[in-house]
Structures are given as structure tokens and as C-alpha cells.
């Protein structure tokens, strides 16, 4: 893990400095980070982001002027198979164990080059310190491993020695009333460090019938809107098997493959279906909303950026990722979602299913986490 030093920050701004580092499973825990950087940076804060490379493409699109340093992730690999998947997940921990080593001993170096006052980590178990703040994010506070009740009390035990060295929590999630991740986020054993509920967050604007007007992408109406993120070779197997199926769709259909550094021109695949590999935050806000229905993976970002929008969506977790299988099913439960195993799923079935499901939306600004970083940025000036 090297460290980049075409930048520098400046350690007499007097603004409290903060340092950032998501998780690499996936995009969604550096897309969930963007509301907390922007607040940070309303507050006062001096935010210095440790990413990888891709991670670094999507959030230099969104903050082109704040100093990023290169981290390595934790690379996991899925497979095409969901058991094999569960099982290659199982086989990979001695690796993220040393990647986890590796990312403390990356941290202890930039701690001894500069000078930082907080340490915000969504999910890397590496990045913490004992004489600086330093905060965990984590919906999951429990730990669905797909192989039954003593693999999760096995898995959450090791998950709170890791995040027992954090000096507090944050999570994802609402204190009161519904909860998001359900199971996830509320087990009945608690880690050490005090857990802040920070409600929701999302990067994306409520729905306005006028202001999303403003610079469409697409002109026609959106009758589906499918958004394929996640790790490969899933994600290419799912956007397959709706490619398959499409042609035979009458309505208009968008496809974002959630892929950065990629182009965002859009590209006609069917006379009905227009494709873009990526889209920044604003454009894909305004697709979400301008869509009837969307169809994603039920990762916890998208579900929080679905639930703010109020769209009606059909979810398909990521085969071999319990906790979307979970996510999925209690979202289901809670008539805020349908969903679909992967396997299982039919276009046309799946349509159908959703044009009689007793779709429930909630009324949430998701506007808490402000509140508690608010009370963070605070207590380091004090």
C-alpha cells in the first residue's frame, strides 16, 4: 500500500482534519460516504479521502479538489455459483485478516507524516487509533453468513473484536420506529464502543416533478429503470440473463451498469432499451425518479437511495451475499420492496408480481446524520 504524495493538505488551516476511508466491497459503501464528506466539508472540516482507484474515479467526480491517497482494498472474489460463493467468502478471511494488518500499519504511517484529528471508517477494520477519534460505520452490527444461527454468533463475535477498538459507532439506520436493516442493525448484543443511530443516508435529492426535469438524459417515459451494480462475475450474469429477456418488454427501459470510469453517453441495445455504463449522482437521481419502476441488487446504499425516492423496486440480491438475501426478504416483509432470487428470476413474472404488490412508501428527509456529525465536528473543537 503506497502512499501518494502528489498533494498535499494543509496542517495550519486550523479546520479540524478529517480522515476517510470506505470499504471496496462494492460501490455502495463510497457512494454512502458522499452525503457524510458533504456535511463534513459544510461543517469546517478538512476531509482527506484513502481509497482505491476506482473508488477514487467516483468520488473525484463528485469532490475534484480534495486529496485522495491510494489504499489498497480487501478484493474479494465471488463466484458463479451461490454456494461457492458463501464458501469462497469463508476462504478468503485469513486474507482480509492480512489485508487488515496491512491497512493499520498504512494508517500508523500517515498518522507519523501528518497531522489528522478524526478517522471516519466505513467498514475498513483497519483504520482505527487510540489516541484519535475514531469512527465505525456499519449497518451491520450482526452478520448473515448464509450457513445458519452458530456461523452468524461466529461471525458477529469477530466483527466486535474489530469494531470494539473504534472509540464510537455510526450507524446507517433509524433509532426509533422502522428500521432499514432490521436484524442487521439491532441485535440483541451490542458491540462496546457507544452505537450512534444516524438514520438514513443517501446521496440523492427527493423526487421534485420540476427540478428533475431539468437536463434529462432521456426524453422518452421510463418504464423500467434496471441499475446492475456489484461485484463480478454476478453482476454480468444478472445483466445477461435481463438482456435475454428484454426484447420482449413493450415499455421504455433504461440499463446503468454502474461502472466507473467509464463512459456516460448513452448507447441504444433494443429500439426500447438505452444503456449507460455509468452516470453521475445528479443524472442517475433524475433517472430514479423519471423511472415507474426500478429494478437493483438490494444492497444497503441502493435500498436507502430507493427508499428516499419513494420508487417502487424489485430487488435481487447478489446470489451468495446473505446479507442482501437478508435485506431483500425483510424489505419484502415490510411491503417496501418485492423481490426475486436471481436464479428464480423472470422478467416478465417478476413485472407482473409487482403490478399487484401492495407497495408501502415511507417519509424519511434522512437528514439525522447531520445532526450527529454535527455534534462529531463539535466535540474536535473543543
Known sequence: MKLTTQAKFNPHSGKPLVLLSPLDW???????CVPVIQHLIHEGCEVVIACNSQQKTLLKAEFPHLIYHDLEGYGIRYAKNRWITIVRIAFQLPKMMIRIKKEHRWLKNFLSAHRVDAIISDNRFGLYAEHIPSVFITHQLAIKTGLGPWFDSRARSMNYNHINRFSEVWVPDNPHGYSIAGELAKPAMMPVPP????GGISRFEKCDPVEMQAGDLITHPVDLLIILSGPEPQRSIFEQKLLEQLPAFNGGAVLVRALPGKHSKGEKLLPNLTSFDHLPAPALNRL??????????????????LLKTKKRSILVPTPGQAEQEYLASHLEKERLACSFTQEEFNLQAALQRASVFPFQTIDDDMQLYKTVINNF????RS
Open 288 to 305: 430514479v425518479c423519471k423511472a415507474k419502476l426500478v429494478i437493483s441488487r438490494s444492497g444497503y446504499t441502493t435500498v436507502m437511495d
Open 26 to 32: 462494492g460501490l455502495g459503501h463510497t457512494t454512502r
Open 377 to 380: 465536528v463539535q466535540s474536535l
Open 195 to 198: 452505537v450512534k443511530y444516524i
